[in-house]
């Protein structure tokens, strides 16, 4: 079920205004009678913990290296930072630490930037293909921003800064909702409110999580729904028994799913019950089945081994594969993947951490390319997020909480190849570094946000009321959607 909204009572009537307004719209109309596979889906990948943005995508110019390995590599501690380009992996050498791992991997601009060069993480090797092929694009610098800041106004607090700033929790809630801690509504499910109309009957499906509970997907009444990484979270098993009865099951369902509830309490269970048995039973049955790839390479054991985050896309594709058994014209998805809080052991962590990604979206890109229906990458987007960059100095065996981080976002719909925004200057003491090596985002939460929806179909006259600092900043759109 989702929780009551926590926003005020002016903007909970503004969001459901626009909901209902874009419902009853002729775009929302012709989308719902549109023929063929008129479909969108955005699936925000949500690293858990703050990944360590600058260990994922670097600067290599001969300026910005020598910054970097001053900052990752000081004297008397273990280095955390990464081999230059062309350096071929040590054998021998500590499985996940740099040396085993080998050069960070080139990648080539297509609007180059005068005096700079950027590499990737030397596991990404499947994601720098997909950058070379202009499936992924680089965002870089993105942080929860409420306006244009810099570390002067930073330091004397004149610029209005985002609430609790480097807490894992408040900051989870600030990336997913722009609210502090306590808030019950994302942006992605306000998005989802606003295309549920177009699905039809199948608008239950118009968010979804294999990842368990997601604030982002929450919307202002429509809950999301959950499903597991095998698929439909059944309550009944039509072809087993229960208690060695198959007429059990029909009992049980009708205990759980009774109308003669009294009570809120059991009206609510109650209706949860019925809908998820309703859920189940329609999700069992479209639910195609898909070739699996979800187990990865562990640079740290050598050994194949099961890759959470490909399981949750492989749900996510086969909801995809089903969408138009469902009708389904527009779906958000969320997954996410956990242990980035790397404040020790960064390097056997981090590295375990990059293989699982590239696995995973690599992976989930060639399943999309080869559905049943067809190749559906230009139909979806993938985009990642997470709590905050770390910090660019090592504590010794890690990083600390930083700020803004850089991101990926892949599809055929993207205008990949490229890097976007202003990539921070690398370095103690520069114009970004607020403290600590935290680095100052240069966009903001709101702007990454707005350009992916933009693109999911959501005209400009409702942005505002999704993304409520996104009048503070100049550019609406950051240009990686074609």
């Not at 700033?165 to 997913?176: A, E, K, R």
Request: proline content about 6%; overall charge neutral; charged content about 15%.
């Amino acid at each position: 079920m989702c929780s009551p909204s926590t926003f005020s009572p002016a903007r909970r009537g503004l969001l459901r205004a626009g909901a209902a307004t874009l419902a009853a719209s002729p775009f929302v109309r012709a989308l719902a009678a549109t023929a063929g596979d008129d479909y969108k889906a955005l699936v925000c990948v949500y690293l858990h913990g703050g990944n360590d943005a600058y260990n994922t995508v670097l600067a290599t110019d001969t300026t910005s290296w020598y910054a970097y390995h001053r900052a990752r590599a000081p004297a008397g501690s273990t280095s955390i930072a990464l081999a230059a380009p062309g350096t071929s992996p040590v054998a021998g050498a500590a499985r996940g630490s740099p040396a085993a791992l080998g050069g960070v991997l080139p990648i080539a601009l297509q609007t180059p930037q005068a005096g700079r060069t950027f590499a990737l993480n030397p596991l990404l090797t499947r994601m720098r293909s997909l950058y070379g092929n202009r499936r992924i694009a680089v965002v870089s610098n993105v942080g929860t921003l409420r306006e244009p800041t810099t570390v002067a106004g930073f330091k004397a607090a004149t610029n209005k800064l985002p609430p609790k700033l480097f807490s894992h929790n408040d900051q989870q809630m600030v990336w997913q909702s722009f609210e502090p801690t306590g808030a019950t509504v994302g942006w992605g499910g306000r998005m989802a409110e606003m295309m549920a109309a177009g699905n039809g009957s199948a608008g239950a499906f118009t968010a979804v999580s294999p990842n368990g509970h997601a604030l982002w997907l929450n919307g202002p009444t429509l809950a999301p729904c959950q499903i597991s990484v095998d698929g439909a979270v059944r309550f009944d098993n039509a072809t087993s028994p229960l208690f060695d009865s198959m007429s059990a099951w029909a009992q049980l369902r009708g205990v759980v799913a009774s109308d003669t509830e009294t009570g809120t309490l059991e009206r609510a269970y109650a209706d949860i019950g019925r809908r998820s048995m309703e859920r189940g039973a329609l999700l069992g049955n479209a639910l195609p089945v898909l070739p699996a790839a979800t187990r990865y390479t562990s640079p740290n054991t050598g050994l194949a081994t099961d890759n959470p985050l490909a399981q949750q896309l492989q749900a996510v594709a086969r909801m995809i594969a089903a969408r138009q058994t469902l009708g389904l014209k527009r779906q958000v998805f969320f997954v996410g993947l956990g242990g980035f809080d790397t404040h020790n052991g960064q390097n056997a962590g981090h590295a375990e951490l990059m293989a699982r990604l590239d696995h995973a979206l690599g992976g989930f890109h060639d399943t999309l390319a080869t559905l049943p229906s067809g190749d559906a990458t230009g139909l979806v987007t993938t985009f990642t997020a997470s709590d905050f960059g770390r910090s660019l100095v090592s504590n010794g065996d890690g990083t600390d909480h930083g700020w803004g981080g850089h991101h990926f976002v892949m599809g055929a719909a993207v205008r990949g190849g490229d890097l976007y925004g202003r990539f921070p200057a690398v370095g103690l003491d520069t114009e970004s570094d607020v403290g600590s090596g935290r680095l100052l985002p240069s966009l903001s939460v709101d702007q990454y946000g707005a350009t992916l929806a933009r693109w999911f179909g959501v005209p400009d006259a409702q942005l505002g009321a999704l993304f409520p600092n996104l009048a503070s900043f100049g550019t609406r759109d950051l240009g990686f959607m074609a």
